[in-house]
């Protein structure tokens, strides 16, 4: 299952790592607040080579992320996680097309078969 969810990067948690059977690990949390009627804060989980993306990243900036929800069973108890697998920044469009300024010695056309 792969979902998307926009919001505001509202805070970077520190970094984890540790040591599995499979070799070395590292994780990283953040805080997403959704721009909803009701926003709710979603803490979004990056694992390996994916912690990088966060660094060039600013709380306050506006992201779009691709994720997926996962669940598992520890002893008795479900846990669920948002691993996030792709991160988006809304802030760094490209600006808008100026239109150059008109002369001031330039007349405006003006069409007469306007209805009002």
Request: proline share 8%; charged share 35%.
């Amino acid at each position: 299952m792969s979902l998307e969810m926009r919001g505001t990067l509202q805070q970077k948690l520190d970094v984890m790592s540790g040591e599995g059977r499979n070799g070395p690990w590292q994780k990283q949390d953040f805080i997403l607040e959704t721009g909803d009627r009701y926003p709710k804060k979603v803490c979004v989980t990056l694992w390996g080579d994916k912690v990088n993306e966060l660094e060039r990243l600013n709380e306050g900036q506006e992201l779009n992320v691709h994720f997926d929800v996962e669940s598992r069973e520890y002893n008795g108890r479900w846990y669920t996680d948002v691993k996030a697998w792709k991160i988006e920044s809304l802030g760094d469009a490209p600006p808008a097309e100026q239109v150059p300024p008109r002369p001031a010695d330039e007349p405006f056309d003006v069409d007469d078969d306007l209805p009002f």
